[in-house]
Structures are given as structure tokens and as C-alpha cells.
């Protein structure tokens, strides 16, 4: 059932209260907005974007200074009805609410309509695992961040290779694979072991093709909202809905779909909707309806998310969902797929996320303050503006002239400073971030406690930084030039048990003018209770 016929047996449903009822007035919703489409006039070819060349282009000529309305142009999908402007449309196409909301309003009562019963959707069991690995190795670039992504949200990995068949590698898509790792994970499909690739990007798509029996292909095509292809055991306990991200994060939840003789060997099990339901997020409601409709008419490119195909006496899964770990839902999705396929879980052992930092430990809001103007970068950067060492802002306070306002990083977690409409210059300046971390127990005194977990800060600045821990200076770089995030390193840091301050300063040059951070700790245990705040909430 998609959107449009929900929302259908809803309308009818409700109506036909309304009217039981005795109501004295009788609707649901705007019926010119929400229960027609808005039309393509003057663009014929659907399957692409509109142009400033496409529409209806009156004929009449504008003249200034003369009263009333005189449109020059209507452009595709910005109405509902066409009286006459494309000869080639109807006056309407009405969505199934249309439909739904005339039966629910004959005369005399509701009319028999197929929309006056909503279905009963029967409830899928989980069902028994379709295999048990007895042992899952993790084969990256040897840094281990997809281990300790996955570790953290609970899948249990081995070194040691044993019951060979009864073995699952997980691939880091992100990589290109060596000559040895191609060779090893071939003779693990010889012999019954499984493969997943997870989050396949295009730099690492050659060198897997060496492993695969049909090379895959990738396509550009971004997506937050998947529907399951196929009743696979994999999907037991999940429906379409749990596949749908849109408003709970801002990245897409694919950012390629998969193509080529892999896909069409394989059964595609997950692919992107064919409707953009990222457009609904648009907060100017005369574009999103009529983008999201435009959206599923457009010509896209492939967008199967996960294939998997028979390789060997094993099966080797692609996916490209690069974002699955970065909520809770996504990560229960992910739970639920391990355990329908057997893979041994233990506790999750990761930090909920929260609208300051996300579960990965990248910032994704702070205070900023700024722009505090400077004759030149190295003045930006030596000037003290704010009280640096002491001062603990709070939103919407007045420092030094300039208001301190809650800002939300990009999609790739950077704050870009030219975004948030700093008043003041953006070049030969100084800007802030000021944010809170609370920690569950000390690590300023390793001398009592020897084997207490690490704490460490990594970030990337454009230009100049310094970083304040608790108003105690632990970083600062004079430089000029890009940013490079991993290039700032803040080891073992000293946080105190409770609520601990950072403040984030970056000085400008010209050009660029940005900065991200991200905590990391091998301690999963220890990371999965930090907590992140804009204020300090003991001192509200």
C-alpha cells in the first residue's frame, strides 16, 4: 500500500464519522492541494527536470504600472487545474483521496467505495535464522573502523578461522581490496563461506570485481526511503516502513545503486523508492508536493541497494547503504538482519545519539558565536574576544557584541561558518563553537585508575585553531590553508567525571571557513553512556 491510497481509506474513513456523528461541518483536507496532482503544463517529456523554457508563456505583453494579475508564465506542476492552458491536459487528475472523499460525501451517507475498508495487514513472525555463522571476520584496510562500528552495535567478530562453511567475512566497501585479501575471500566462497560487502563506493568497485563471478557496476542515485524486492528470510520481522529515513536523518541512506552483470545474476532484496521522499523535507510546502510528485516520474538510474548472488558453494550480499549505522532505527534494522542470518550478537555498546552528537561521536550541533573581526588571520587568531579560558556561553547570549545561536553542521558533520549568517566580516575573523560532554567517570588521573579508557578528540580546521578543554588550552595550530580532518589529534583526553566544556575556535584567513570534530574511544563500553549538550544542564 503506498502514501496516497492510505491516506485514502483514512479520508474515507474519517468523513464517515464525521457524518455519523452529526458533524456540522464535514472535511479533512484541502482537496485543491492534497487530492489533485499538480499538472505538468507545457512539458511534455516528463522524464527530466523542468526548465526555465518549459510551461505556458502567455501571449499578452506585461505593462507596467497596470492593476491585476498579469502572468507571463505558468510553469510545470506549480497547479492543480488547467482551465484551458495546456490543451493537452484534463482539467485534473485526482489521487485516490479524490476518489475516497466523493463516496464519503454522496447524498444520503457514504457510497460503497473500494476505499471504504482499510485492509488488514497480517503481522510477519520472525522467523528462525536461514543459517548460523560460528564465526564472522572483519576484512578492511587495517584501520578496524568498520569493526568498531560494527563491535559497537553489538556484532561479534573472531581472528581465527574455523568450520569454514559456517564463516561470514564483512567487507569494507569503502576500500579497495588487496591481491591477498581478493584470493582469501575467494577461497572462502570456494569452500561455503559467505561475503557481505558492506557500503560499496566507487574506488574499491575494481578491485572487488576481481573476486566477483559478474563485475557490479555502480550508478549515481541517492536515497533515504527503500522498499524490500523480495519475501526474504533476511527481512523477517521488518516491513517497508522500517526502511524509511528520510526525517530521521539528513544524509541519504544510499548514495549509489547497483548495476551490471552482478545485479542481473543476482535477486535484488532492498532498492530505493521510486519516489524522492527526501523532497518532503523541503520546508516550503508549494515546492515539496509538486517535487515529490515530479519525482517519480523522472528518469533515474539504478537503485538496487542490496544483491546477493551464489558464488562458489557460498554467497557473496553487496549493499551500499552507507548510513544504516548512524541512527538507532537503522542500527535495529541492522541488528534484526544478523540475527535473521545467524550472525552472533552481543550487547549494544554505543551512545545514543542526540541532536549535538550523533553515534559515531561526530559534532553535529554547537553554540556559535561570531564573526569577531581582525585586521589579518594571525590577529584572529592571538585575540582573545571572549574571555577564552572562562567563559561558558549560553544560546541567545550577547558576547562581545555578537549573539551565540545553536548551529547544525552540514551533512558531511562540517560546520561551514559562511551558513549561519554571522554578523560580521567572513575573511580576517575569528568564529566559535562551545559545546558540553558529560562522562560517566574521570580520566584526568590515570595514576588512580591505570587501565581507565581513552578518550580522544579528532578534527580538521580551515584555517588556524585552538581548542579549550574546561578552559585549559589542549591544541592550537597556526596555519593557512584547507582543512583536513584526522589532522588535529587530541589523545587522552583529561574530561572529568560529569559535564565537560569544549570551545572550538578557528581563525580566517581567506577562502574557506570551517571546521569538524569527532570523539573516539576504543572503550565501546565507556563511549555508548557519553552524551552531548549545548548548555550545560546543571546550570539551567
Known amino acids: ?92 487528475k485526482s489521487w485516490p483521496m479524490f476518489d475516497a472523499i466523493t463516496a464519503a460525501n454522496a447524498p444520503g451517507g457514504p457510497a460503497p467505495s473500494k476505499w471504504d475498508t482499510m485492509p488488514v495487514l497480517a503481522e510477519k513472525e520472525q522467523a528462525a535464522p536461514s543459517s548460523v555463522y560460528k564465526k564472522v571476520l572483519c576484512v578492511d584496510d587495517g584501520s578496524g573502523q568498520l569493526q568498531e562500528r560494527l563491535s559497537a552495535r553489538g556484532v561479534v567478530f573472531d581472528d581465527a578461522v574455523e568450520n569454514i562453511d559456517q564463516t561470514l567475512a564483512i567487507v569494507d566497501g569503502r576500500n579497495a581490496l588487496s591481491e591477498e585479501k581478493v584470493t582469501a575471500l575467494r577461497a572462502l566462497l570456494e569452500k561455503g563461506g559467505d561475503v557481505w560487502v558492506w557500503n560499496l563506493t566507487p574506488k574499491a568497485v575494481p578491485a572487488l570485481n576481481k573476486l566477483l563471478d559478474h563485475p557490479v557496476e555502480l550508478t549515481d542515485r541517492k536515497s533515504s526511503s527503500l522498499l524490500i524486492q523480495e519475501d526474504d528470510p533476511l527481512f523477517s520481522g521488518l516491513g517497508h516502513a522500517d526502511f524509511y529515513f528520510c526525517e530521521i536523518q539528513r544524509k541519504a541512506a544510499m548514495e549509489h545503486g547497483l548495476t551490471g552483470p552482478f545485479v542481473e545474476n543476482g535477486r535484488t532484496l532492498l532498492a530505493a523508492s521510486g519516489t524522492d521522499w527526501r523532497r518532503w523535507i523541503d520546508p516550503i510546502v508549494p515546492i515539496k508536493t509538486p517535487s515529490i510528485h515530479r519525482s517519480e516520474f523522472e528518469a533515474k538510474a539504478s537503485g538496487a541497494a542490496m544483491v546477493e548472488a551464489k558464488q562458489g558453494k557460498g554467497t557473496i550480499l553487496i549493499s551500499t547503504l552507507s548510513t544504516l549505522l548512524n541512527t538507532g532505527a537503522g ?115 590515570l595514576l588512580s585508575e591505570p587501565d581507565m579508557p581513552k578518550l580522544d578528540l579528532l578534527a580538521g580546521a580551515d584555517d588556524a585553531h585552538k581548542i579549550w578543554l574546561n578552559g585549559t588550552l589542549i591544541d592550537e595550530a597556526y596555519r593557512l590553508g584547507g582543512m583536513d580532518m584526522g589532522s588535529i589529534e587530541c589523545k587522552s583526553l583529561p574530561v572529568r567525571q560529569g559535564w565537560n566544556h569544549f570551545l572550538i575556535k578557528v581563525a580566517q584567513g581567506t577562502g574557506g571557513w570551517q571546521v569538524k570534530a569527532q570523539f573516539r574511544s576504543t572503550d565501546h563500553k565507556y563511549f555508548s553512556q557519553l552524551t552531548a549538550s549545548l548548555v550545560n544542564p546543571d546550570q539551567q
Open 331 to 445: 542500527v535495529e534494522v541492522l541488528r534484526t538482519f544478523c540475527e535473521n542470518r545467524g550472525v552472533p550478537l552481543g550487547k549494544l555498546e554505543i551512545a545514543e545519539a542526540n541532536d549535538v552528537m550523533d553515534m559515531d561521536g561526530n559534532l553535529i550541533q554547537a553554540l556559535i558565536g561570531g564573526s569577531y573581526a581582525a585586521n589579518a588571520p594571525d590577529e584572529a587568531f592571538n585575540t582573545d574576544y571572549i574571555g577564552e579560558t572562562s567563559v561558558k556561553p549560553l544560546e541567545n547570549e550577547t558576547i562581545s557584541g555578537k549573539i551565540w545561536k545553536a548551529g547544525k553542521s552540514g551533512e558531511d558533520e562540517v560546520f561551514v561558518f559562511g551558513r549561519y549568517g554571522l554578523v560580521g566580516p567572513l575573511e580576517n575573523a575569528a568564529a566559535y563553537l562551545s559545546f558540553w560532554l558529560w562522562s560517566p567517570r574521570h580520566l584526568d588521573d
Open 1 to 92: 500500500m503506498g502514501r496516497q491510497e492510505g491516506l485514502a481509506y483514512e479520508a474515507y474513513e474519517l468523513i464517515k464519522l464525521q457524518r455519523e456523528y452529526g458533524a456540522t461541518y464535514v472535511s479533512v483536507f484541502n482537496i485543491g492541494w492534497y487530492a489533485v496532482q499538480s499538472l505538468p503544463l507545457g512539458q511534455p517529456d516528463i522524464t527530466r527536470a523542468p526548465t526555465a523554457d518549459d510551461g505556458i508563456f502567455m501571449t499578452a505583453p506585461y505593462q507596467e504600472g497596470q492593476f491585476g494579475v498579469q502572468p507571463e508564465r505558468i510553469g510545470p506542476y506549480s497547479v492543480q487545474f488547467n482551465p484551458g492552458f495546456d490543451p493537452s491536459l484534463p482539467l485534473y
